[in-house]
């Protein structure tokens, strides 16, 4: 039998509640307990498992879903590893993972979304895997290194129309602040070669520097939403590619040695993110796909307000994030993914693969979404866990 089918035994059943209350408003004072909070976290962990080569459960999805070196699929994996830590279970899924790629990370030379998987394989190194697992990594980005890309940053799509564009050979889009530089943090400090730290800051600065609005405190996602405006005028920042720069930015920190001196660039900017991001959360819980248009009957979208739930418990706990502000939105979000769960433990209400707000519905999952829940619920339950000593 499968060590991913095995990993499943024990799991946490299903809640029941009805989808109906995926919008209803619910406050909560205090945090849930620790380990309430990581039933919920198995629940959805154990049916992406479950159902990982099930792919009419994502009617809508890419066929490159089916890759699993590739980002959307990556994402969940890089969290298990978060589970893994707090529960030992889900270890074997993500060796077993590891040596049938062959820890290899994605097919494209310098894509950043083919190298979010190596977050993964990092942590198997870490765990029993040793140097085997890292050395098709290194093999990769010292290719990258050696043939530095320098071109624009500049979204021009390949063609009309296109969602691609030359520059994606570097992070010309917001998300992929969440895909590569935290790879190579890890890998700097795995390793001890401080070049991938140096190319990594570097190209996320570069990044910075073009997308960020430093008036709204947010990234567009590329070059072409820089003129865009809905129809009362404001500037669209989606939702999920905010959410991907937030999950980065922590994942970045939390590679860091506390000394390093880039911390402070880093803890700025996440801490105006953050200020930002407390202002457009919806009473309900949620960020709307597209952040600004914050009007109560704004889609339910859990992707970005689970990346945003797992960077407000993971600064709290951190020491970045006043607790009495930023403690009750962690909540209200981490509340509201939840209620998002469908009674078979998937994640709902998740928007299909984009670049801008879209439609989505209670049925839509992906494996990204439960990624950002794993994150979102393993953040939370470190939180309440140092609550309740």
Known sequence: MSLILLALAGAVPAASAPMATVSAVETRAQLPRSDAILAQVRRVADWQLANRTNWATMPA???SVQNPRDWQQATFWIALTELAKRNARYTPPLMELGRAQQWKLGDNPFHADDQLIGQ???????????SEALAPMVTYFD??????PTGSLEFIPGAPGAGWSKCTDRWCWCDALFMAPPTLLQLARQTGDQRYADFAHAEFKATTDYLY?????????DSRFFDTRDAKGRKQFWSRGNGWVMGGIVR???????KDPKRAYYEGLFGDMAA?????????????PSL???DPGTPTETSGTAFYTYAFAWGIEAGLLDRATYQPAAIRGWDAIVRAVQPDGMLGWV?????RPDSVSARETQFYGAGAFVLAGTAMADLARKESN
Not at 143 to 148: D, S, T
Not at 213 to 221: S, T
Not at 252 to 258: C, K, Q, T, V, W
């Open 143 to 148: 290719n990258v290194l050696a043939k530095r």
């Open 213 to 221: 609005d430093p008036v709204e405190k947010l990234y567009f996602r």
């Open 120 to 130: 993964a394989w990092i942590w198997a190194a870490r765990n029993g895997a040793g």
């Open 252 to 258: 970045m920190l939390d590679a860091m040695p506390s």
């Open 351 to 355: 928007q299909q693969v984009g670049d």
């Open 276 to 288: 930002k991001l407390l202002t457009l959360q919806k009473p309900d819980g949620y960020w709307s």
């Open 292 to 294: 600004l248009d914050t």
């Open 61 to 63: 999805a890419r066929k």
